[in-house]
């Protein structure tokens, strides 16, 4: 019913402003469409780097090696996969939470915190890749390591706080 009423609502003041609605709609939708084609070459760059570092063991040897920093952060190493893949894709930190699901079940403590670390981190390549790419800048500059170190640092202050509380 809601949506209804304001779709009904959009029509109206389109109307009374004068706006040709189905016109403004197809001409955004075209430029949605020239938009998702400029963005793809960055997003399946994205898609890329998540399945190498998967398939070259680099993870894993990353785990072997950061495992006693997590150890002494109180980070669960078990989540060291999902804090790898969450500034990359998404969807293979939802896949990295599910199988902690599966493992842990929902009530564990690994489980909660990682939801905290999602929750509190962002995509950040993919954010990066998608916005700079749609509007076409060539140098990030400082966007790529303060975002790299503000999704670390979130995903850290949610997991102590998941301890703490």
Same mark, same amino acid.
């Given at each position: 019913m809601l949506v209804l009423l304001l779709t009904a609502a959009t029509f109206a003041y389109a109307a009374h402003a004068r706006v040709e609605a189905?016109?403004?709609?197809?001409?955004? =939708?075209?430029?949605?469409?020239?938009?998702? #084609?400029?963005?793809?070459?960055?997003? +399946? =760059? =994205? %898609? %890329? !780097?998540?399945?190498? %570092?998967?398939?070259? $063991? *680099?993870?894993?040897? *990353?785990? %072997?090696?950061?495992?006693?920093?997590?150890? #002494?952060? $109180?980070?669960?190493?078990?989540?060291?996969?999902? #804090? /790898?893949?969450?500034? !990359?894709?998404?969807?293979? +930190? !939802?896949?990295? *939470?599910?199988?902690?699901? +599966? /493992?842990? $079940?929902?009530?564990s403590y690994q489980v909660r915190a990682a939801c905290c670390a999602v929750g509190s981190s962002e995509t950040v390549l993919y954010t990066i890749a998608l916005y700079l790419g749609s509007i076409g800048v060539k140098s990030s500059r400082y966007i790529l390591p303060i975002g790299l170190l503000s999704g670390l640092f979130g995903a850290f202050l949610g997991v102590i706080l998941c301890k703490i509380l």
């Open positions: 189905y016109q403004a709609f197809v001409q955004g =939708a075209g430029e949605g469409l020239k938009t998702a #084609l400029r963005v793809t070459p960055y997003l +399946a =760059a =994205a %898609l %890329l !780097l998540t399945g190498l %570092l998967r398939a070259s $063991g *680099l993870a894993e040897w *990353l785990l %072997l090696v950061l495992g006693p920093l997590l150890d #002494l952060a $109180g980070i669960p190493r078990d989540l060291f996969a999902l #804090l /790898l893949v969450r500034p !990359l894709s998404g969807s293979a +930190a !939802l896949s990295e *939470l599910d199988a902690l699901i +599966a /493992l842990y $079940g929902p009530d």
